[in-house]
């Protein structure tokens, strides 16, 4: 009660407005999170593309033969004075089922499409996904014991490449832009069964450590949207051979 004091527009013919009873049927006030739901489905449309899911729904939309498309801004080097970089990264089984890529024509003619809808303060560009290579190299000590060294270097090629690579695994589509950790691969190669302790972890060429400080250890492709593919080197040592020595053991914890 009382929370209505006046009328939106104001009415000569209306002395005073006064509330003795408590309201009923109205909406409360949206929250900030609300606000921007609404705000992004107000600015979707099927007539120009805004938001990034705007330019991946409308590449799908008139190209079926599409199967993914994944949408990223780039940023502007500071100080420059640029217009807005969009990258579509499109994915397609039409003509190549290993690495989804599609020919330079059809992109050419799915971007021609989508200029139609985007602004022209944008820089567009309808590319085909950027893979690239990360060299890995492993070095670790066997427990006594281990007969078959060929199933346990198997087995860790398979760790290091379902980590980078995890889609291989349900048959699905490459997650573009992912952030990898050494520490954590390092984690997961430790504790392999059959391994006494890792003494090696290179990557690229830089060794880490369970030292290696918290955000040193980010493992990334060179650019949004890179898909990093693993090549891996294992070298396994008998037990004697790492007793002792320096290296990264089983009670290894990612913190």
Not at 39 to 63: G, K, W
Not at 229 to 251: F, Q, R, W, Y
Request: glycine content about 8%; aromatic content about 8%; hydrophobic content about 35%.
């Amino acid at each position: 009660a009382g929370t209505i004091q006046d009328t939106i527009e104001e009415n000569l013919c209306i002395g005073n407005v006064t509330q003795p009873l408590p309201g009923f049927g109205g909406t409360p006030a949206g929250t900030e999170a609300q606000a921007a739901a609404y705000q992004t489905s107000r600015f979707a449309n099927r007539h120009r593309a805004v938001t990034q899911r705007d330019y991946e729904q409308i590449l799908l939309e008139h190209y079926p033969e599409a199967d993914y498309a994944r949408c990223f801004t780039l940023q502007k080097k500071q100080g420059v004075r640029e217009k807005p970089e969009i990258r579509l990264v499109v994915f397609s089984r039409a003509e190549d089922s290993r690495y989804f890529l599609s020919p330079p024509w059809k992109l050419r003619e799915m971007e021609r499409t989508l200029r139609q809808y985007a602004s022209s303060h944008v820089n567009l560009q309808v590319t085909n996904p950027i893979y690239e290579a990360v060299a890995v190299k492993c070095e670790a000590t066997l427990h006594f014991g281990v007969q078959d060294t060929g199933k346990v270097l198997d087995n860790l090629t398979t760790i290091v490449e379902r980590y980078f690579q995890p889609w291989q695994k349900d048959g699905g589509f490459p997650i573009p832009g992912l952030i990898f950790s050494a520490k954590e691969l390092c984690s997961r190669l430790v504790n392999h069964e059959d391994l006494q302790r890792v003494t090696l972890l290179e990557i690229n060429g830089r060794a880490y450590t369970e030292d290696t400080p918290d955000g040193e250890d980010v493992i990334k492709g060179s650019e949004p949207g890179s898909i990093l593919l693993p090549k891996v080197e294992i070298m396994l040592s008998a037990p004697d051979d790492g007793i002792g020595g320096n290296g990264i053991g089983s009670d290894f914890v990612v913190g």
